[in-house]
Nanobody, 115 residues
Framework: QVQLVESGGGLVQAGGSLRLSCAASGSMFSSYAMRWYRQAPGKQRELVAGITSGGSTNYADSVKGRFTISRDNAKKTVYLQMNSLKPEDTAVYYC?????????WGQGTQVTVSS
């Protein structure tokens, strides 16, 4: 079982920045692929960014150039740096771990961007 705990959400004005963190349990974090998703009210959950165990990254078109995903294996944490935030980025953000034992989700953290 892998437990994930997100933090760093909050209220920010348009154009501002936030950094989300997702701390994982377990000793095999470096082998996990990690992803950030978001879900806005009334919408389906969507993939925002992903990072492989080797450090390769991918992003949704809507966040390319504004968001950066990174990981610190020593701290067993994945980050999502979000810059130039827009009101349409408002959502609950979730991290997901893909491991040899299955997939695991965090509880989510709310990000609200005011115009």
């Amino acid at each position: 079982q892998v437990q994930l705990v997100e933090s760093g959400g909050g209220l920010v004005q348009a154009g501002g920045s936030l950094r989300l963190s997702c701390a994982a349990s377990g000793s095999m974090f470096s082998s996990y692929a990690m992803r950030w998703y978001r879900q806005a009210p009334g919408k389906q959950r969507e993939l925002v960014a992903g990072i492989t165990s080797g450090g390769s990254t991918n992003y949704a078109d809507s966040v390319k150039g504004r968001f950066t995903i990174s990981r610190d294996n020593a701290k067993k944490t994945v980050y999502l740096q979000m810059n130039s935030l827009k009101p349409e980025d408002t959502a609950v953000y979730y991290c997901k771990a893909l491991s040899a034992w299955g997939t695991f989700w965090g509880q989510g953290t709310q990000v609200t961007v005011s115009s």
